[in-house]
């Protein structure tokens, strides 16, 4: 199979130079020495030992290949894992309809917002190199956002009491929108109308389109779902002096051995894409290049290489002796910026017992949620999760292409996995 398997036939030994695609293109570039990608990231451990009930994994199994066969869905990948091991793994069906490659931890996914944390903790690494600040504000490095304009219930605009400043982008109380969330709103028709979701345009022109719309809230107010982390994206690349996808390359992906992880692949990993059973235009095509770089959700990747980020963020920002981030930086990472009333003026998804840090969700009431107090996470539209949960020492990854299904795997992972943790 090609990807990090080829890889893995090409490298030996312990740290390598890694290979990578260039996540523009195709040209193939070198980046910093980090992890050999030869090595898998799945460590598999015995599941009674890392405290698991065999038998209720089992029904994990029993239930997703039950979907499979009905037809619900054409495949699926979950992991799930204690203390750094892999307590259970397994591809389900097949990567797409009508295809008959199995799912295995090498399927490459439209992962789209897991994408991110990715960004976000890209950013972080921008901070310990003084390049950044995430009380900085947004203008400082992007300055169409100087002049912020709220919308008022009227129609009318205001100026904004209050900058944006980049934890505002981090923790998604920017103000901004997604459009597409609201679209009959007066605000996300002007956001479609903007311009809001064209793919022609770089990061960096991208923000300055995006700077011209109002805001729904001043900044710092309320929690809104927004186009935030793809203005995070050129943040960064202005901070950094280098495109979006180098900075990703050199400071997380390269140096974590993550060759599968791009913006765009290549066509020779066309047989290892996984597809949908509907057809939506939320299905890109992987290997169609374009010049928008979406921070917010324009990554692909495999269950292999993004257990290695997981890993790392269990790791306290460390994976296999390679460090992408201090542990305080994780931890301020992890702090709540949100309060109930921001909660409760905007549109907020995570849901009861949760807030929201820079970059992840964070479980805040284990006696409302599943995972334990700590946990932090966060998925894509299409149906991808993951999280880490550092008061049970548990991480899990799961994958399909199925935006319809987002919420109910959500609720039946949380079920099965804690069913089967024993206390």
């Given at each position: 199979?090609?990807?990090?398997?080829?890889?893995?036939?090409?490298?030996?030994?312990?740290?390598?130079?890694?290979?990578?695609?260039?996540?523009?293109?195709c040209?193939?570039t070198?980046?910093?020495p980090?992890?050999?990608?030869?090595?898998?990231?799945?460590?598999?451990?015995?599941?009674?030992?890392?405290?698991?009930?065999p038998?209720?994994?089992?029904?994990?199994?029993?239930?997703?290949e039950?979907?499979?066969?009905?037809?619900?869905?054409?495949?699926?990948?979950?992991?799930?894992?204690?203390?750094?091991?892999?307590?259970?793994?397994?591809?389900?069906?097949?990567?797409?309809?009508?295809?008959t490659t199995?799912?295995?931890?090498?399927?490459?996914?439209?992962?789209?917002?897991?994408?991110?944390?990715?960004?976000?903790?890209?950013?972080?690494?921008?901070?310990?190199?003084?390049?950044?600040?995430?009380?900085?504000?947004v203008?400082?490095?992007?300055?169409?956002f100087?002049?912020?304009?709220?919308?008022?219930?009227?129609?009318?605009?205001?100026?904004?009491?209050?900058?944006?400043?980049?934890?505002?982008?981090?923790?998604?109380?920017?103000?901004?929108?997604?459009?597409?969330?609201?679209?009959?709103?007066?605000?996300?028709?002007?956001?479609?109308?903007?311009?809001?979701?064209?793919?022609?345009?770089?990061?960096?022109?991208?923000?300055?389109?995006i700077?011209?719309?109002?805001?729904?809230?001043?900044?710092?107010?309320?929690?809104?779902?927004?186009?935030?982390?793809?203005?995070?994206?050129?943040?960064?690349?202005?901070?950094?002096?280098?495109?979006?996808?180098?900075?990703?390359?050199?400071?997380?992906?390269?140096?974590?051995?993550?060759?599968?992880?791009?913006?765009?692949?290549?066509?020779?990993?066309?047989?290892?894409?996984?597809?949908?059973?509907?057809?939506?235009?939320?299905?890109?095509?992987?290997?169609?290049?374009?010049?928008?770089l979406?921070?917010?959700?324009?990554?692909?990747?495999?269950?292999?290489?993004?257990?290695?980020?997981?890993?790392?963020?269990?790791?306290?920002?460390?994976?296999?002796?390679?460090?992408?981030?201090?542990?305080?930086?994780?931890?301020?990472?992890?702090?709540?910026?949100?309060?109930?009333?921001?909660?409760?003026?905007?549109?907020?998804?995570?849901?009861?017992?949760?807030?929201?840090?820079?970059?992840?969700?964070?479980?805040?009431?284990?006696?409302?949620?599943?995972?334990?107090?700590?946990?932090?996470?966060?998925?894509?539209?299409?149906?991808?999760?993951?999280?880490?949960?550092?008061?049970?020492?548990?991480?899990?990854?799961?994958?399909?292409?199925?935006?319809?299904?987002?919420?109910?795997?959500?609720?039946?992972?949380?079920?099965?996995?804690?069913?089967?943790?024993?206390k």
């Amino acid at each position: 199979m090609a990807g990090n398997r080829m890889i893995r036939q090409l490298l030996t030994g312990g740290t390598a130079f890694v290979i990578a695609l260039s996540f523009s293109g195709c040209a193939l570039t070198s980046v910093q020495p980090g992890l050999n990608p030869a090595q898998s990231s799945i460590v598999n451990g015995d599941p009674a030992a890392l405290g698991f009930d065999p038998a209720k994994l089992g029904q994990i199994t029993t239930a997703l290949e039950g979907d499979v066969a009905s037809g619900k869905i054409p495949g699926a990948y979950l992991l799930v894992g204690r203390n750094g091991q892999v307590a259970y793994q397994k591809g389900f069906g097949v990567q797409g309809p009508g295809q008959t490659t199995p799912m295995t931890e090498e399927t490459i996914f439209r992962i789209f917002s897991m994408t991110k944390p990715i960004v976000s903790v890209t950013a972080m690494t921008l901070v310990e190199e003084g390049k950044l600040s995430v009380d900085d504000p947004v203008s400082k490095y992007l300055p169409e956002f100087s002049n912020l304009r709220v919308r008022q219930a009227d129609g009318s605009e205001r100026p904004s009491t209050s900058p944006m400043l980049v934890r505002h982008l981090m923790s998604h109380t920017s103000g901004l929108i997604y459009g597409f969330i609201e679209p009959a709103s007066a605000l996300g028709k002007a956001y479609a109308a903007g311009g809001e979701n064209r793919s022609d345009l770089s990061p960096r022109d991208y923000a300055k389109l995006i700077g011209a719309l109002p805001l729904k809230a001043d900044p710092g107010v309320a929690w809104n779902y927004s186009r935030s982390t793809d203005i995070l994206g050129a943040v960064i690349e202005v901070a950094s002096g280098q495109s979006l996808d180098v900075a990703i390359r050199e400071r997380v992906t390269g140096p974590l051995g993550m060759t599968d992880t791009a913006f765009f692949q290549p066509e020779a990993n066309r047989a290892r894409f996984a597809e949908s059973k509907t057809k939506d235009g939320l299905y890109y095509d992987y290997a169609a290049a374009t010049p928008f770089l979406s921070g917010g959700g324009g990554l692909s990747s495999t269950a292999e290489d993004y257990l290695r980020f997981t890993l790392m963020l269990a790791g306290d920002g460390e994976y296999q002796g390679v460090r992408i981030i201090k542990p305080e930086t994780l931890a301020a990472m992890r702090v709540d910026q949100t309060d109930p009333a921001i909660r409760g003026k905007g549109l907020f998804f995570p849901g009861p017992g949760m807030g929201f840090g820079l970059g992840f969700s964070l479980v805040l009431d284990d006696t409302r949620q599943r995972p334990g107090n700590g946990t932090f996470s966060w998925n894509g539209i299409a149906g991808t999760e993951f999280w880490v949960d550092p008061k049970n020492d548990l991480f899990m990854i799961f994958l399909i292409q199925d935006r319809a299904l987002l919420a109910e795997y959500q609720r039946k992972n949380r079920a099965w996995i804690y069913d089967a943790l024993k206390k």
